[in-house]
């Protein structure tokens, strides 16, 4: 009988740092556009179990990486009342791939380019 089972679970922590500028747009709209650093921190146990032949090879890993890279965005606004805008924007932030090793096996995990659309509400006080 064969059969492979591989299991990746990881916890995923970012932090960006960098500028932002308000590039007004008449009395109500507002461009924002920001970039910088961006970090991303990855804690992960990989485990892996192999069935050949009525062999059976099992492995696992706990792993720690931070993988750096950088980040640009832009969001649109608009001012609905004195202290109330609503917002929709996106970030394109690059990292590294992360890999983990156990016993010969391999995962990997593609963080390498990711898109994070945002919308809401922002109110100043």
């Given at each position: 009988m064969l059969g492979a089972k591989r299991e990746l679970n990881a916890n995923l922590f970012g932090m960006r740092?960098?500028?932002?500028v308000d590039l007004p747009l008449g009395e109500k709209w507002m461009i924002t556009l920001n970039g910088g650093f961006a970090l991303v921190a990855v804690n992960s146990d990989f485990k892996f179990s192999d069935s050949v032949l009525g062999r059976t090879a099992r492995g696992s890993d706990s792993q720690t990486d931070l993988l750096p890279g950088g980040f640009v965005g832009a969001k649109v606004s608009f001012q609905v009342a004195p202290s109330t805008r609503i917002f929709a924007g996106?970030?394109?932030?690059?990292?590294?791939?992360?890999t983990q090793d156990a016993g010969g096996r391999?995962?990997?995990?593609?963080?390498?380019?990711?898109?994070?659309?945002r919308a809401g509400v922002s109110f100043s006080f």
């Open positions: 740092l960098g500028p932002y996106a970030e394109y932030q690059a990292v590294g791939d992360f391999r995962a990997r995990l593609d963080l390498g380019n990711s898109v994070f659309m």
